[in-house]
């Protein structure tokens, strides 16, 4: 996660941010931290819903599932 965020930093590319997200988002979830995990996912499912991909959107919209 920490690998993406850093790169996405260099580029102004919003899948990479969003993938980064994603990546923050399931190491958080598996952390425990569920509420942080949870924000993390959201602005990753914005971010994929924006630009119109719908695999990441619903792969990343299915992760909350897991939190419950």
């Known amino acids: 996660a920490q690998e993406l965020e850093a790169l ?3 580029f102004d590319a919003v899948g990479l941010e969003a993938s980064a997200l994603v990546a923050r988002g399931r190491v958080l979830l598996a952390r425990g931290d569920a509420a942080g995990a949870r924000a993390s996912l959201q602005r990753a499912l914005e971010q994929w819903r924006a630009l119109d991909v719908p695999y990441e959107t619903a792969t990343t919209g299915a992760l909350p599932a897991v939190m419950q």
């Open 8 to 10: 996405q930093g260099s």
